[in-house]
């Protein structure tokens, strides 16, 4: 898709992404409309000050907004059975997306791009990509849904590698897009008030290999085993057969990643916590090892890395009491695996928020006998207390993360974890996972 080839093109949705796309375009001698169901034009018009508008629009996306207008170009959070672009869909106006636009920007020869995608792990698994890559004397840069919108990269031909951030979200828009490398670490539900079945969610993480050239997937995952994706490099807590495996080999205490041919690196004392950051280390190591054989030193770079912030995160210890933040532990298999983290600890858990039309039966299963007490907040305390009955652990529903918080200081002891692994997302008390995440650590900070 050649960009020029349109005349208008109307952005729907101006957060970030909305914002990088209208800069993006704001040079093509192209029309440019905006539009965002919750900003008012007053807002948006400071925003875009200095890139000449043709149209602001607010308020509820309605059909005559697409009148002259040739291209829609949607931000990740924008729901594409909303009527109106359905009807624009059925009009044949293309809908694009920034990834769209990014990939009509590379310079292919040059720069690699490998794209990531999951439930969980995303922003793990890129983050400690552009740590390796730039340990090892590349230029690299991760973007995407990490934050960094992929528009803004700066000097983006000068770079060896590009790692990319992609959600489900941004995977819907159908695009014939080659990606160097494509992975998959996982998919669990999630979004299910975004999706009409799980399998649309599953298909939308799955179009990111339609076009890859090489693909590397978890051969755990019990979604990607029905798939039988070919000539695929495949990641698994056990060795597998297949030459292109990667796998976990427990030997004298120590832990290692290892592969059939001489690859062995010791990952016993790295910062990341638990089997799923063991997984999201092997996916990276996968990609690396693509281009760069150099593993010498890597056992000692992966101990370096550190914990980014609000995935299961120390924050303090308190009388022998650790706390620690997985705030972006916004879905119910997040949580899940953070709770898995703490094998043989006394876990006092606060949890709770939107949970977002997810099977929460799981939730109850997986905390059976691993969590002393359950502290509940935000929309879908009650529904979770409901689901979460049978456990024969108390249960208690509280107003605000403080009032969790100082409940489960107060019964925990020393050598016991209190955990926030919300498996909701944040919406309905906060900004954002990340304010959440601030304000526990904020309220731990005083103890």
Same mark, same amino acid.
């Given at each position: 898709m050649v960009i020029d080839n349109y005349n208008h093109v109307l952005i729907v949705g101006m957060g970030k992404t909305g914002y990088s796309i209208a800069e993006f375009l704001k040079n093509k001698n192209i029309r440019i409309s905006v539009y965002d169901s919750e900003k008012s034009i007053h807002d948006i018009r400071k925003e875009l000050k200095g890139i000449n508008i043709s149209n602001y629009y607010d308020g509820l996306l309605e059909e005559k907004y697409l009148?002259? =207008?040739?291209? #829609?170009?949607?931000?990740?959070? %924008?729901? *594409?059975?909303?009527?109106?672009?359905?009807?624009? &869909? $059925?009009?044949?106006?293309?809908?694009?997306?920034?990834?769209?636009?990014?990939?009509?920007?590379?310079?292919?020869?040059?720069?690699?791009?490998i794209g990531v995608t999951g439930t969980n792990g995303k922003t793990t698994v890129c983050t400690l990509l552009e740590y390796l890559f730039?340990?090892?004397?590349?230029?690299?840069?991760?973007?995407?849904?990490?934050?960094?919108?992929?528009?803004? =990269?700066?000097? #983006?031909?000068?770079?060896?590698? %590009?790692? *990319?951030?992609?959600?489900?979200?941004?995977?819907? &828009? $159908?695009?014939?897009?080659t990606f160097d490398i494509a992975v998959i670490l996982n998919i669990t539900e999630d979004h299910m008030d975004r999706y009409d079945t799980f399998g649309d969610y599953?298909?939308?993480?799955?179009?990111?290999?339609?076009?890859?050239?090489?693909?590397?997937?978890?051969?755990?995952d019990?979604?990607?085993?029905?798939?039988?994706?070919?000539?695929?490099i495949v990641f698994s807590e056990s060795i597998k057969k297949n030459k292109k495996a990667y796998g976990i080999k427990d030997e004298k205490n120590k832990k290692y990643i290892v592969d059939?041919?001489?690859?062995?690196?010791?990952?016993?004392?790295?910062?990341?916590?638990?089997?799923?950051?063991?997984?999201?280390?092997?996916?990276?190591?996968?990609v690396f090892k693509q281009f760069d054989n150099r593993f010498d030193e890597i056992a000692s770079v992966l101990q370096r890395f550190p914990v980014i912030n609000?995935?299961?995160?120390?924050?303090?210890?308190?009388?022998?009491?650790?706390?620690?933040?997985?705030?972006?532990?916004?879905?119910?298999?997040?949580?899940?695996?953070?709770?898995?983290?703490?094998?043989?600890?006394?876990?006092?858990?606060?949890?709770g928020g939107d949970s977002k039309r997810q099977d929460l039966s799981l939730f109850s299963k997986a905390l059976k006998n691993k969590v002393r007490k359950l502290y509940l907040i935000g929309k879908d305390a009650e529904l979770i207390k409901n689901t979460c009955k049978g456990l024969e652990v108390e249960i208690k529903i509280l107003k605000?993360?403080?009032?969790?918080?100082?409940?489960?200081?107060?019964?925990?002891k020393s050598g016991d974890i209190i955990l926030l692994a919300p498996a909701c997302a944040s919406h309905d008390m906060y900004k954002n996972y990340i304010e959440r995440g601030n304000d526990f650590k904020s309220i731990v900070a005083n103890y």
């Amino acid at each position: 898709m050649v960009i020029d080839n349109y005349n208008h093109v109307l952005i729907v949705g101006m957060g970030k992404t909305g914002y990088s796309i209208a800069e993006f375009l704001k040079n093509k001698n192209i029309r440019i409309s905006v539009y965002d169901s919750e900003k008012s034009i007053h807002d948006i018009r400071k925003e875009l000050k200095g890139i000449n508008i043709s149209n602001y629009y607010d308020g509820l996306l309605e059909e005559k907004y697409l009148n002259s =207008i040739d291209c #829609i170009a949607v931000s990740p959070g %924008i729901d *594409l059975r909303n009527p109106v672009l359905k009807k624009a &869909i $059925k009009d044949k106006i293309p809908i694009i997306n920034d990834l769209t636009l990014f990939f009509n920007k590379i310079n292919h020869e040059k720069t690699k791009v490998i794209g990531v995608t999951g439930t969980n792990g995303k922003t793990t698994v890129c983050t400690l990509l552009e740590y390796l890559f730039s340990k090892a004397g590349y230029k690299a840069i991760s973007a995407g849904n990490i934050g960094l919108p992929m528009l803004g =990269i700066k000097s #983006i031909n000068d770079l060896d590698f %590009i790692i *990319l951030e992609l959600s489900s979200f941004q995977l819907e &828009i $159908k695009n014939q897009l080659t990606f160097d490398i494509a992975v998959i670490l996982n998919i669990t539900e999630d979004h299910m008030d975004r999706y009409d079945t799980f399998g649309d969610y599953a298909m939308a993480k799955h179009s990111i290999l339609e076009y890859a050239k090489i693909k590397i997937i978890c051969a755990d995952d019990e979604v990607m085993k029905e798939w039988n994706v070919r000539d695929a490099i495949v990641f698994s807590e056990s060795i597998k057969k297949n030459k292109k495996a990667y796998g976990i080999k427990d030997e004298k205490n120590k832990k290692y990643i290892v592969d059939h041919s001489n690859l062995k690196i010791e990952i016993t004392n790295v910062n990341l916590l638990g089997r799923h950051n063991q997984l999201n280390l092997m996916a990276a190591i996968a990609v690396f090892k693509q281009f760069d054989n150099r593993f010498d030193e890597i056992a000692s770079v992966l101990q370096r890395f550190p914990v980014i912030n609000n995935r299961l995160e120390w924050v303090k210890e308190v009388n022998g009491i650790n706390f620690y933040n997985d705030s972006k532990a916004t879905n119910v298999s997040s949580a899940i695996a953070a709770v898995n983290s703490f094998e043989g600890k006394n876990i006092f858990l606060i949890a709770g928020g939107d949970s977002k039309r997810q099977d929460l039966s799981l939730f109850s299963k997986a905390l059976k006998n691993k969590v002393r007490k359950l502290y509940l907040i935000g929309k879908d305390a009650e529904l979770i207390k409901n689901t979460c009955k049978g456990l024969e652990v108390e249960i208690k529903i509280l107003k605000t993360i403080k009032d969790a918080t100082h409940q489960a200081f107060n019964d925990a002891k020393s050598g016991d974890i209190i955990l926030l692994a919300p498996a909701c997302a944040s919406h309905d008390m906060y900004k954002n996972y990340i304010e959440r995440g601030n304000d526990f650590k904020s309220i731990v900070a005083n103890y």
